[in-house]
Structure formats: C-alpha cells, structure tokens
C-alpha cells in the first residue's frame, strides 16, 4: 500500500536527520507520522481495513527496529575519558590595588609604634592647608596654578576652600582634637596638584605622619624613619636626612632612600645612589601655636609622602601613572 510505504519513507529520512529522542516524537508523538496515518484508518473501505491495519503494525515494528538500534548505536560510541581524581580549574581570584595594598602595610608598621589613623577632609579651608600651617598669603604654593581652588563664599576666619594639596591639613586639626600631647596621628588622604609627568599625577593619595611630646629630637624622627624603612622597602635599605626648607617644620629635611636597583651604588635609575622620598623635620613653633599647644614645653616631628612614590621605590616602577591606568596586564602583576 502506497500509504504504508509513504510512511516507511519518511521515517528513514526522520532517522537519518535526528538522534533518538527527536526521530521518536516525530514519528510517534502527537503530530508524528506514524499517529498520523493511524487515524487515517476510518477514511479505507471496510472490507480493506484488516489488511491495511495489518500492514501498519508490521511498519509499526520495523520501524521500532530501526528506533532500537539508533538508540543502541548511540549507547556502544566510546565515551569521554574524565579524570575524576585530576584537580580542577582554579577560580581566578582578584586582589587589592597597588596603592590600597601599600596603605595597609604602612598603617600596619606604624601602629606598632603607636601612631594611630585619623581621617580629615580632602576639601579644606585655606587656614588649615596653608594659614596654619605658617605659609603666608604670598607664599607660591598658595597660587592659583598650584593649588585647585573651589568656587564659593569666602569664610571670614578660615578663607576660600581648596581641594588639600597635602595631608598636612590634618596637623592643625588633630591639635585641636587632642587638645593636648602626646600625640602619634596618621592621616591618609588624596590630594591635588596641577602637575603630571612620570612621577607626578593631579590626583594621588599622600601619608602624613605627626609625633608631638616633651624632648622630641631630630634623632627620634631618624630612628622612626629607619624603622619603617627596613619594614617597608627591606632591610638592605637605609634613609638619610637632606637639609631642604618648609614653612611648617624647623629644622627641615628632604628623606633619601637608598635605590632599589643598585642598593646605593648609584646607577641610570638614581644616578647617585639615592631616591627622594619625603619631607620631614620637627614642627614649626607657629603651627604648634595655630594648634594652641606651648612651644616651649612641646616639640614634635612631621613627615609627609607620596604613596605612588613609595610603590614606584619599592617595584622600581619607571612611571606611577601606569597605576591609574587601569590596565590588568600591569596589575596582575602584583
């Protein structure tokens, strides 16, 4: 019969084009072909109905066959080989940023001396950047091409707002809180500045640090530094004290490291031997009389760094802009 055969045809063709489980359903299923012409049984004569059904079955099981063997063709093919016991893909795991990694290290060396960590504005009154800290109104820095200036009504006492170029800022107001020696303050911010080049950028993050107490000596500031140094860069690493000038320390010092590549020999990076990494010295008598504490009872230190720079001393990193360029080929590196 022309039927029978017709669905014999298209049930070859169905398994030729689908894997078991779809040659099923479109041979078997609801609108499958087989189902199909089951229903078409009504629509043969009478007397030729138990022959036509007969035929059907038969094409029923040959094709029940031909389903059975697709489906154990399917079930013989050589399985992938797994290794259960092998180790699996490592998640990749990410980790802190250069500049937050270095902050951690510092705030950590120098808890253990007894500094403890404040926190004061980025955006302060010009008293407290500059006023008090003995920088007068004609002093360079305070110029408009140095410093960012915000836009706003001028406070009678505390002058225009300006975005800190420096942490120093926060000397002024941590004598205020103590109100009174000793005093060990951190204080880690970002600050701002109109420069830019391979060791400068406009944005970047600064350490300040403040001691003040009775017989505080310049020796004190170059144990402390000493201390830090070894803890931070190594201990084939030393510091040295440069006499430079700063309107808020007196005596006043530039802070030299030895270069990490030549270990003080001098070399391309250094050129002599040593790399600048701060300023320093003891506190100026006038800013600790903007903090109301006596000079003549109280001396202190203060010292102030870029965090960039430190990185860039200790990785020997040729140019710190490479750390706000967000390139994670750099930063997986560290």
């Known amino acids: 019969m022309q039927e029978i055969e017709y669905i014999k045809q298209e049930a070859l063709k ?19 072909v087989f189902t199909q012409a ?20 038969k094409a029923k099981k040959e094709i029940e066959q031909l389903l059975l063997e697709k489906r154990t063709e399917k079930s013989t093919r ?56 003995n920088m007068p ?39 205020e809180r103590a109100k009174k020696p000793p005093i060990r303050m951190l204080n880690i911010s970002r600050c701002y500045r109109r420069q830019i080049d391979i060791s400068h950028t406009p944005m970047f993050h600064q350490f300040e640090g ?35 000038h700063f309107r808020f320390t007196e005596p006043s ?17 250094c050129k002599a031997g040593w790399l600048e990494l701060g300023g320093a010295g003891m506190v100026h008598p006038n800013v600790l009389s903007s903090g109301k504490i006596d000079p003549k009872i109280y001396q202190g230190f203060a010292f102030g760094w870029g965090i ?5 001393m200790k990785t020997n990193l040729p140019d710190i802009r490479l750390l706000y360029q967000n390139d994670i080929r750099f930063l997986e590196q560290f």
């Not at 259960?84 to 120098?110: C, D, W």
């Not at 109104?137 to 420096?166: C, I, M, Q």
């Not at 010092?253 to 990076?269: A, H, S």
């Open 14 to 32: 169905i398994l030729a084009e689908n894997d078991f489980g779809s040659s099923y359903v479109k041979i078997f299923g609801k609108s499958g």
């Open 78 to 133: 050589p399985a992938i080989k797994i290794d259960v016991t092998a180790p699996g893909k490592k998640r990749e795991l990410g980790h802190l940023h250069l500049v937050s990694q270095a902050i951690s290290e510092i705030v950590e060396i120098f808890n253990k001396l007894g500094f403890t960590l404040q926190s004061y504005p980025e955006i302060d009154w010009d008293y407290y950047a500059f006023e008090s800290l």
């Open 308 to 312: 960039e720079r430190t990185i860039a």
């Open 137 to 175: 109104a004609s002093h360079p820095a305070r110029d408009e091409w140095e410093t960012f200036f915000v836009k706003g009504e001028k406070d009678p006492k505390y002058g225009n707002l300006v975005l800190t170029p420096h942490t120093s800022n926060g000397q002024v107001r941590e004598m």
């Open 38 to 57: 089951a229903k078409k049984i009504k629509d043969v004569p009478e007397k030729n109905r138990p022959i036509f059904g007969q035929e059907l079955n």
């Open 253 to 269: 010092f530039e802070v030299d490291v030895t270069c990490g590549i030549c270990l003080g020999k001098g070399c391309r990076l």
């Open 210 to 244: 403040l001691l003040i107490d009775k017989k505080v000596t310049i020796g004190d500031l170059k144990g402390t530094f000493d201390y830090f140094t070894t803890r931070f860069f190594g201990p084939e690493r030393v510091t040295r004290l440069r006499p430079h």
